[in-house]
């Protein structure tokens, strides 16, 4: 395996690294994502971050210690995105981060020209699901479906081994699998995604019917102008034992779980592979996932795919990014 370079577009923080040809990190840099700027702040911002984590990966910093790195030539860069992307062309079409960005954006070619090196652009959730498979929890594994779990629901597979973008490069949006008909409104503009029913605002707007029922909430000091209820703040509360918030994490796991049995039906994974803000509380759901799944599924049970937290954290993105560039082209 190549060294390379990976940054993580996200709508607070840019986040990149280099892996080197072993996989273990070697650099890694953060910096506040210009989100809201137009795409020439963003471009110049990767421009520098590139310069940073390429300059010292140039041959003469390594020496004849490493003649991986040295054959390969330049750093492939691989870059990460949420929303829609063509990655053949390199182009962002939709990004739920960068609300400025209000028309295609050929950031693949704006890099090039800012650096030199052409990226290769990933959709986010994919390079996570790859980071991941290589790498993190799904080492091993052929087969590999990962979910993110967020105020979004991104997702991304491997199968046998090879990341599947499908025909448009947006396979794997697993968030907006319609899951009820007529259900709740979904960001995307249809009804009844699993975003809509496992996402954050599902969540905390599930806490609040469900604690109505348990006699809590209204005099809880979220209701009252303390804190705002968060999702983190709902794990807290049912790791203390409260009932709402621990039927909150039961019920969205369920719902997970059902999803999931669907997902085995149809690809019969080894492995799915939870990451995302809310997977840091995935004690407080797994079992309601498992059992679900384990119910709906046809497989018996030693056949079932096992179901289990991300463990690369909130560098799986860059960490995935740089991988799939390493590993060649798109498609
Ligand atoms: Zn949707």
Redesign the pocket.
């Known amino acids: 395996m190549r060294r390379a370079l990976g940054i993580d577009i996200g709508g607070t923080a840019v986040k990149a690294g280099r892996l080197g040809p072993d996989g273990a990190i070697e650099a890694r840099v953060e910096k506040p994502s210009p989100a809201r700027e137009g795409p020439e702040v963003m471009v110049a911002l990767l421009a520098e971050v590139v310069r940073e984590l390429g300059a010292a990966a140039s041959p003469r910093s390594f020496g004849p210690a490493d003649p991986a790195g040295i054959a390969a030539g330049p750093c492939p860069v691989g870059i990460g995105c949420a929303g829609l992307v063509d990655p053949w062309r390199g182009v962002v079409l939709t990004s739920p981060n960068l609300p400025g960005w209000t028309q295609e954006v050929p950031l693949a070619d704006l890099v090039a020209r800012a650096t030199g090196t052409r990226p290769e652009l990933f959709n986010d959730a994919n390079a996570f699901v790859l980071a991941e498979t290589r790498l993190g929890a799904g080492r091993g594994a052929a087969t590999v479906v990962g979910i993110t779990l967020g105020t979004g629901v991104g997702g991304g597979l491997v199968l046998d081994g090879k990341l599947w973008i499908g025909r448009h490069g947006a396979a794997g949006e697993i ?2 699998m319609p899951v009820i008909i007529d259900g709740p409104p ?5 009804r009844g ?1 699993l ?2 029913l496992i996402g954050t605002r599902a969540i905390l707007d599930r806490y609040r019917s469900l604690s109505g029922a348990f006699g809590v909430a209204e005099t809880s000091r979220e209701w009252t102008g303390g804190e705002p209820l968060t999702v983190r703040g709902l794990a807290r509360r049912a790791g203390e034992g409260e009932g709402a918030a621990v039927a909150t994490f039961g019920e969205t796991g369920r719902i997970l779980g059902l999803a999931l049995a669907g997902l085995t039906q149809l690809l019969d994974p080894d492995l799915f592979v939870l990451g995302g803000g809310i997977s840091r509380s995935a004690a407080l759901f797994l079992p309601a996932v498992r059992a679900a799944l384990g119910e709906a599924v046809m497989l018996p049970t030693a056949m079932q795919p096992r179901v289990e937290a991300a463990t690369l954290g909130p560098d799986a993105g860059w960490i995935g990014a740089a991988r799939a560039a390493a590993e060649g082209p798109a498609g």
């Open positions: 968030g907006h979904c960001a995307c503009g249809g995604c975003e809509a």
